[in-house]
């Protein structure tokens, strides 16, 4: 089977993490990446560590984000290093940068410089917070990022403060939003001929990963988000949503009538609530139920609601994710390799293209490692 987007050259001029996932997903469909780099430290993100864990001297981080690509070293400095890069650009299909507003003009090769040397380029951009504004020269990093997006309002209890979420949220998503923007222009240049300039934000991914309740807000008044002050999972969801332990675990239970609850558990002191009381007196009804949800353990309680259509599930850590059966069916599991033999155990793409889902064994380059290939292919 002939990969979607096999044929294709991406050049790979991004750090970190937004730009490069970009970059990632673009290789699992089948594109030939080229992580342009600087020679000797290359990526920042090669010494961007999660924790004090590295393989084969760069961060795991790094080793997740930037498989199966080439890397060549590039000293954008120096002008004869600079005009090879142009003549890469002048071959390649997509262009990925982030660097700070202003800096990537500066060098030549801001978009309408690429246009001009490629005219069918797509040519994709992510920033922190936009091209312009008052916020354009602060760094564009998740947690800041996060907190100037209101998302950290939602996560916690009542009266926590604000809580960030425990990832790279911004990024990933960022990440998501730039593939997406680059299919689309692919497909245009496919109809058209024409290259396109596609741009997003950390903040206006997280403003799109908000969009349901941005919108019950806009149009209710505008009305701050409540967030339940025992057992939160949704400020704007009703009892029982939330998460609850029970006596070997926890479980969690999505929206459903609380009369289909009372019954099924069951627990008649629930009946006596309706669907507005859901909502005023969020905390009371909760403590109801979690009180008896702690008397039994998980497999009890499944076997009591799943049968009745219950909206439910156990709440796993991640050795019981990896060691569940329906985890394992869907294959998302590969082990790469560098080309020292260094192995990596990773993740695959989550998208699978007529029942199947991308391979490549071919794991995160070091700096500079395919450089003299590359430069004596295209002549640079």
């Known amino acids: 089977m002939t990969a979607p987007l096999e044929g294709l050259l991406v050049l790979d001029l991004a750090q970190f993490l937004s730009g490069p996932s970009a970059a990632l997903r673009l290789g699992d469909l089948g594109a030939r990446v080229i992580k342009v780099e600087r020679p000797g430290s290359g990526d920042i993100c090669r010494t961007l560590y999660l924790t004090d864990t590295d393989v084969g001297g760069d961060s795991t981080l790094f080793h997740a984000i930037n498989r199966n690509k080439e890397s060549l070293a590039i000293d954008l400095k120096k002008p004869e290093d600079l005009a090879a890069l142009k003549r890469l650009v002048a071959r390649a299909d997509v262009l990925i940068q982030n660097f700070r507003p202003g800096v990537i003009e500066r060098l030549g090769l801001g978009y309408e410089d690429a246009k001009a040397i490629n005219p069918r380029l797509?040519?994709?951009?992510?920033s922190g917070y936009g091209e312009s504004g008052p916020w354009v020269d602060m760094p564009g990093q998740d947690l800041l990022a996060q907190s100037l997006?209101?998302?950290?309002?939602?996560?916690?209890?009542e009266g926590d403060g604000p809580v960030p979420l425990g990832l790279s949220i911004a990024d990933m998503l960022a990440g998501h939003a730039l593939t997406e923007g680059i299919l689309a222009a692919l497909v245009r240049r496919g109809i058209t001929?024409?290259?396109?300039?596609?741009?997003?934000?950390?903040?206006e991914a997280l403003v799109d990963l908000q969009f349901e309740l941005l919108t019950t807000h806009l149009n209710d008044g505008k009305r701050l988000p409540t967030r339940a002050g025992f057992r939160n999972a949704n400020a704007y969801l009703a009892a029982p949503y939330g998460i609850y332990p029970t006596s070997d675990g926890y479980l969690a239970l999505a929206m459903m009538p609380l009369a289909q609850l009372a019954q099924t558990l069951p627990l008649p002191a629930l009946a006596g609530y309706g669907a507005q009381d859901a909502f005023t007196q969020r905390d009371e009804i909760k403590r109801l139920i979690a009180a008896t949800l702690s008397q039994q353990p998980t497999a009890h309680w499944l076997a009591r609601l799943q049968p009745a259509d219950v909206w439910c599930a156990e709440v796993l850590d991640w050795p019981r994710l990896l060691q569940s059966q329906a985890f394992g069916l869907l294959d998302m599991l590969q082990t790469v390799q560098r080309g020292d033999g260094t192995p990596v155990h990773t993740t695959r793409g989550p998208v699978r293209i007529d029942g199947a889902r991308a391979r490549s064994a071919r794991g995160a380059p070091r700096v500079g490692e395919h450089s003299a290939p590359i430069r004596a292919e295209f002549g640079l």
């Open 122 to 126: 797509v040519y994709a951009g992510v």
């Open 149 to 157: 997006s209101g998302v950290t309002w939602l996560n916690g209890h």
């Open 193 to 203: 001929g024409e290259g396109a300039h596609v741009q997003t934000s950390l903040l």
